[in-house]
């Protein structure tokens, strides 16, 4: 009953920023992704979360461990290429570096302005316009898009800072399928988008064990969330301990 | 009550007999995971009916940074979007209803988002589309908006009040076979949400051209253009045309008169000077066109050019603009650019033939560099930084005009057809080891193509024609050509070719070809001669063949308008003996004795067929000889429904097909050579599919809404072959998972579908930086396929794919595809990688080996579901290879595969021995014992060295050690399916022997040194230090 609430408090929230001819049907599709994801408040609150997987190439060929955490704008993730070899990419919120060992060179190199964004909106998944709106960000309804032969709910979010993310949710369970996020800098468009799927139930809320993100498909094993993260994961390179 | 329950019963039984029937009715979602690869061609591209283009800052905090973005309208193949100038474009309307592009405007106050697109081609020749309404996007063409006026078949031009955009009027040009309440002049004043309409003359007669005023927008022209086309004839001109003006914002209108020509008129074509708007110029199609120049905002005219480069055929040529800030320079765009200096008196034509494919119809003018243009042809869009002197083209539009589309058996094979003004073309439909570029396109013919077909007998020898049955022979080799075409003997009538005519080879004798005029002819050598093996087969109605008459106010005879012609021809390929003709009057001939005897067929068609109806396919059946799909398009009647139907008794009776969900007049069918029950449909809105041999069709949506013209399967690679109007070429790669999709199946949740057997390929890619600006298409993917079908999205739930081999195990695991219908995947065939020893460097054998040829078996786990099916892979043998090297070069990388991996344990056996020592001799209080521990430490970490590259900067010597040689060996017969050579052989050897020693010097340390140091670890009641297992190793993770 508190959770159905709940959700149903920050539809209403949403709703607030929605046109008002299409603010019904947001309303709709918010509550059932929420009905759907099931203890939504653990998103909503969440804090800090991590993943542990493969990433894997669509023929089969590859698979490499992967692993993530995510606190705010804050983000890590590392690819385990061989043994002692891995590819890492991490930012403390407002900087960025990566370590790409096949360019044989093992020194962080700082990310751009449109990576940065990019790893910006993968830490956000779960602090999404649909689960914590903020209250400038203008959600419209965009009707039905086919999307993988089937019919999905299409809303469209545009954000403060000038990025526009879609979000495609599936009518029969409500949970979110897939997400693009976009903008413009300097005159090149910025795009990241997920797809989700393998839906299962992690302390209390669904949560996809597969992401197909920008970089790959990535199979998830295990998720955590909201647990206490050693900061040196996210700090510069001379502080980084890792 | 007893009744009561009858009646219960039966609407329950309706009820799930009508459940059944929804549930097995194919969508166009059991289709989506059969992708389409679209081919181009882009090298000669397409007509190109409009252009915007404008500079836009690349965002809000640059404003003066700008880009040029590039909008181009196109015949049949949609919007494209260019956001750097013309090097790359991408298509932005695909999911709309219609892709014939009219007329396109930019909202001043918004270009960077706001773009008006007006749908249906009002170049009003004999093959142009449809479309149905007017579009607006807000954001640059990421979303649509259809905005009205969806009667209104063709839209000429939309003209925005330049100070205030929410008014705007659109030129409703109409329909083009057929009187149309709907033509006019629209204007909206609340931005598009609603529209009047404030000129309307009569049913006949459009509105082809609107022009406002740019310093008074209440001064408005437009041009009323009484037109018609017929299957046999075009009529430009009539008393409904004639030039207006309005001087209260298009409420109130003014036919002008004074100094124009009087009689009919015909097309008029206008252009204000920006500069100076009191001058209008109007080319004006009359019994004397000419150009008329007015200095007074239309009230006055006077007569300037009458050249041909200015009056050429007005009812194709549209287009007009004056330069920006000289209003005596007139840009007029007809079969060449022309240019005038002084108004309009003279023109200077420049630009005719050579680097610029001529017939333009689009244009715009940089303003802020005048000599900066961009032209439409009937070719794609050039531009030029010279005003018009030179020209580059943009060679990224995929806009081609396909008519017909044959293939040929060549490994791999090629794929050939005719486009509209563009010649003939082939493209073989995979480049080896590359992608399929622009060059891989090559001209085989001229003037406009239609059929081209290559001999299976000589297949040196390829036939092509042009407009009107113009038919040659080109030998490949040698490039010799000869006109083939049959001529009329002295005494007989003329003979009447179609635009499009059929030539066509035999799909039961491959020696013979045909050719159809108003008669059928058969060549048995190449086309050297032809047998006459029918009489006229055509309706003979000389009231319908006089295309010297054609025309209207201008004469126009091109063979566009040839009638009373053999337009489709196909033998059963049962029996060379029986042979099916369709005529373009409304004829469908049948021969069962190769000609002796013909039946015209029509008089058994169903009533549901109006008579006269031009046939435009005729599909004898592959599996019965009686059976018989025939497609007719009336559209050139003003109906553009779909007429589909088949015969199962040689034509005494026919069943319509049920179309109700196919949108677009038909052009083609085929029935799959193996399914009898799978059906193509080509119509001029897309392409859709039956499973259920007709009863039900759905729209494939890989291929946006262009018209599919022709459509071919090919037999040994089961490809689905799609020939567009519009958009060029298409292949959807092996059709066999969709052969074995049933209609009732598709209630099933998960069934495995059949692929075709994978040819294992070794093919290498080439070095190539060719830049941004070329159109290149994919070749299909040389994975093996693995195909599925799911009745819903999967999204809860764990979902894989398997791949076992012979003995059951599993040796792949694969991301399934989850999309609802056809799912298809590709497995690229290699093992696991080897795990490597570990290094600071990467690399050391990254990828897995080729699995051999050999039939595994293919596992999908959805749930609680399983699916499984085989997967059949081949040995390649056109690479002239036996399957016994092929097997002798996965033996050795077996060996090198292993001693990867033994290599990988025998380090990680050293860097955990040593990692360990360093470690326990810190908490060690024996100083000697420490040391000594600290020393085998070292001896361990100098043999580590020694196996293992140390260095790790890029371009730097990386010392290249053991694991770095085994690496660069495994990949180096990896890369080539044959035996290794004699060299690689003894290095696998010399290599796994270092190996072995490796091995041997660590077991021989744990068996000494280490022993001793454990003897005196025990003395402090500590553990000993333990070597590595197998076991262990093998239990990490590898990756």
Not at chain 1, 226 to 237: E, N
Not at chain 2, 259 to 265: A, C, H, R, T, V
Not at chain 2, 325 to 330: A, E, H, K
């Amino acid at each position: 009953m508190k959770q159905t609430l709940s959700a149903f408090v920050i539809a209403l929230a949403v709703c607030s920023t929605c046109l008002a001819s299409d603010s019904s049907q947001v309303q709709k599709i918010i509550t059932a992704y929420h009905h759907a994801l099931g203890d939504v408040s653990k998103l909503r609150n969440l804090r800090s979360w991590s993943l542990e997987g493969k990433l894997v190439s669509s023929d089969g060929s590859w698979k490499r461990t992967y692993r993530a955490w995510f606190e705010g704008n804050k983000a890590r993730w590392e690819l385990v290429l061989q043994p002692g070899i891995v590819a890492t990419t991490w930012s403390d919120g407002t900087r960025g570096w990566t370590i790409q060992p096949w360019t044989q060179s093992l020194v962080p190199q700082p990310l751009d302005a449109p990576q940065l964004r990019q790893v910006s909106w993968f830490a956000q998944l779960w602090h999404n316009d649909l689960i914590a709106p903020s209250p400038r960000t203008r959600l419209e309804y965009l009707g039905t898009e086919e999307l993988d032969g089937s019919d999905c709910f299409k809303l469209r979010a545009y954000r403060d800072d000038g990025s526009v993310a879609t979000y495609y949710t599936d009518p029969d369970s409500g949970l979110l399928v897939k997400v693009e996020i976009e903008s413009e800098l300097a005159g090149n468009r910025v795009r990241w988008e997920a797809t989700l799927g393998n839906y299962a139930p992690v302390d209390g809320v669904m949560m996809p064990m597969e992401l197909a993100t920008s970089s790959g498909m990535i199979l998830v094993e295990r998720y955590r969330l909201d647990i206490l993260l050693d900061q040196t994961l996210f700090a510069p390179p001379q502080e980084n301990a890792r | 009550m007893m009744q009561r329950l009858v009646w219960l019963v039966l609407l329950v039984f309706m009820v799930a007999v009508l459940a059944v029937a929804a549930q097995q009715a194919i969508s166009p979602a059991v289709l989506g995971g059969l992708s389409a690869r679209a081919l181009g061609p882009a090298t000669c591209s397409g007509r190109v009916t409009a252009i915007e283009a404008t500079y836009v800052p690349i965002d809000s905090a640059h404003p003066n940074d700008r880009r040029l973005v590039i909008y181009v309208g196109s015949a049949a193949g949609g919007v494209f979007k260019s956001r750097d100038g013309g090097l790359t474009f991408e298509p932005i309307f695909d999911k709309q209803d219609y892709l014939s592009i009219g007329a396109m405007a930019l909202d001043p106050r918004h270009q960077d988002s706001v773009l008006w697109v007006g749908t249906g081609e009002s170049n009003v020749r004999n093959s142009v589309s449809i479309g149905g309404g007017l579009y607006r996007t807000t954001d640059g063409g990421k979303t649509w908006k259809k905005m009205g006026l969806d009667s209104v078949e063709r839209i000429a031009k939309i003209a925005l009040n330049p100070r205030n955009p929410d008014t705007l009027f659109v030129a409703g040009l109409g329909a083009l076979w057929s009187d149309s309440p709907h033509r006019g002049l629209y204007r909206s004043t609340d931005g598009g949400r609603t529209f009047e309409r404030v000129l309307y003359v009569d049913e006949k007669t459009g509105c082809a051209d609107v022009a406002v005023d740019p310093a008074d927008p209440r001064v408005v022209y437009c041009a009323m253009w009484q037109f018609r086309r017929k299957a046999w004839s075009f009529s430009s001109g009539g008393p409904g045309s004639g030039l207006y003006k309005s001087t209260d914002g298009g409420t109130t209108w003014q036919r002008l008169t004074n100094d124009l020509p009087s009689g009919e008129l015909g097309r008029i074509v206008l252009a204000i000077a920006p500069s100076n708007p009191a001058i209008v110029y109007a080319m004006v199609e009359a019994r004397q066109s000419a150009l008329y120049r007015s200095t007074d905002r239309g009230q006055t005219w006077e007569r300037r050019s009458a050249a041909v480069n200015v009056t050429a055929r007005p009812f194709y040529f549209a287009a007009m603009a004056v330069d920006p800030y000289d209003p005596d320079r007139v840009y007029r765009l007809t079969f060449q650019l022309a240019i005038s200096e002084d108004g309009g008196k003279t023109f200077n034509a420049f630009s005719y033939g050579g680097a610029l494919h001529p017939d333009h119809h689009a244009f715009w003018i940089d303003p802020i560099n005048p000599q900066h243009l961009l032209i439409g042809t009937d070719g794609g869009v050039y531009e030029s930084f010279d005003r018009g002197r030179s020209w580059r083209m943009f060679r990224s539009l995929p806009l081609a005009q396909f008519y017909r589309v044959s293939y040929d058996f060549d490994d791999p094979y090629n794929i050939m057809g005719g486009l509209q003004d563009n010649g003939s073309w082939m493209v073989p439909h995979r480049v080896r080891g590359g992608s399929i570029g622009n060059c891989d396109w090559k001209s085989t013919g001229w003037g406009d193509g239609f059929a081209v077909v290559r001999d299976r007998v000589r297949p040196e020898f390829i036939y092509f024609e042009s407009q009107g049955g113009d038919a040659v022979r080109r030998n490949l080799r040698t490039n010799e050509t000869r006109s083939i075409q049959p001529r009329a003997e002295v005494g007989m009538p003329k003979l009447r070719f179609n635009w499009n005519t059929p030539i066509v080879l035999s799909s039961a004798n491959p020696r013979y070809l045909y050719i159809g005029a108003q008669y059928l002819y058969r060549s048995t050598d190449h086309g050297a001669t032809w047998q006459r093996l029918s009489p006229d087969l055509t309706t003979n109605d000389s009231t319908k063949y006089d295309p010297q008459e054609s025309g209207g106010v201008t004469r126009d005879n091109t063979s566009a308008e040839n009638h009373c012609t053999i337009y489709t021809i196909a033998d059963s390929p049962l029996d060379e003996r029986l042979i099916w003709v369709g005529t373009d009057d409304g004829n469908l001939q049948r021969t069962p004795d190769g000609g002796k005897t013909w039946t015209n067929c029509v008089q058994w068609l169903p009533r549901s067929l109006p008579r006269g109806t031009w046939v435009s396919c005729v599909e004898p059946s592959r599996h019965d000889r009686q059976t018989c799909f025939v497609t007719f398009d009336n559209h050139t009647r003003g109906d553009m429904k779909p007429y589909v139907y088949c015969t199962t008794d040689l034509g005494k009776t026919w069943t319509r097909l049920q179309t109700d969900s196919v949108r677009g007049f038909a052009h083609v069918i085929r029935q799959d050579l193996v399914n009898p029950n799978l059906l193509f449909l080509g119509t001029e809105l897309g392409l859709y599919v039956s499973l259920d041999g007709g009863n039900t069709f759905a729209r494939y949506k890989g291929i946006p809404a262009t018209p599919v013209r022709d459509i071919q399967i090919h037999p040994r690679e089961h490809d689905l072959i799609v020939a567009t109007h519009g958009r060029g070429v298409y292949v959807i790669d092996d059709i066999t998972p969709l052969r074995a999709m049933r209609a009732e199946l598709l209630d099933s949740p998960l069934v495995m579908l059949p692929t075709r057997p994978t040819v294992q390929r070794f093919e290498s890619g080439f070095q190539e930086f060719s830049g941004s600006d070329e159109f290149v298409a994919p070749s299909p993917s040389d994975d093996a396929l693995i195909a599925y079908y799911l009745r819903g999205r999967h999204l809860i739930g764990p979902m894989r794919v398997e791949i076992l081999d012979s003995s059951g195990a599993v040796i792949a695991t694969l991301p399934p595809g989850k999309r609802k219908g056809i799912n298809r995947i590709g497995w690229g065939m290699r093992m696991n990688p080897p795990r490597v020893a570990r290094s600071p460097n990467p690399g050391g054998g990254a990828f897995g080996p080729t699995v051999l040829p050999g039939v595994y078996t293919v596992r999908v786990v959805e749930g609680d579901r399983v699916a499984t099916g085989r997967l059949v892979i081949l040995h390649d043998t056109s690479a002239g290879l036996s399957l016994a090297e092929r097997r002798a070069n996965f033996s050795s990388l077996q060996r090198l595969y292993r001693g990867i991996e033994e290599l990988a344990f025998v380090v990680e056996q050293i860097l955990v021995l040593r990692d360990t020592l360093s470690v326990r001799a810190r908490g060690v209080g024996d100083s000697a014992l420490a040391q000594r521990m600290m020393k085998l430490a070292s001896t361990l970490d100098s043999a580590y060295y020694t196996l293992v590259a140390r260095k790790t900067s890029l371009f730097a010597d990386t010392e290249p050690q053991l694991r770095e040689k085994l690496a660069d060996l495994y990949s180096a017969i990896a890369s080539y399916p044959g035996s290794p050579t004699d060299e690689q052989e003894r290095l696998i050897g010399q290599y796994l022997a270092q190996i072995e020693r490796a091995g041997r010097w660590v077991e021989s340390v744990a068996g000494s040194t280490l022993a001793d140091v454990n003897r005196q670890l025990a003395r402090y009641g500590q553990q000993p230090i333990v070597l590595l297992t197998k076991e262990e190793f093998l239990q990490q993770s590898a990756y």
